[in-house]
């Protein structure tokens, strides 16, 4: 079973439209899907954890390589 995040849009008669990848055959489907409007306890803690990288990376104590260490790579 392969997984694959799709978005799409629910209209006022309660029907899901979404445009799939070529690479989903026709026929019957289960669909699981999240609900805008319920507790967002798991973005924010993606939130959160993208945040302390963003500072981690971007202190400048981080940099300890510059373009002259190593060699270069030529692939040929």
Do not use: C, K, N
């Not at 390589?65 to 060699?71: F, K, M, P, S």
């Amino acid at each position: 079973m392969t997984l694959s995040a799709v978005q799409g849009q629910v209209d006022e008669q309660h029907r899901l439209t979404a445009v799939l990848p070529d690479t989903v055959p026709p026929g019957p489907m289960t669909v699981w899907f999240s609900a805008a409007s319920e507790d967002d306890a798991g973005t924010a803690w993606m939130d959160g954890i993208g945040q302390q990288w963003a500072d981690d990376l971007s202190d400048p104590q981080q940099d300890i390589y510059t373009l002259a260490d190593g060699e270069a790579f030529d692939p040929t």
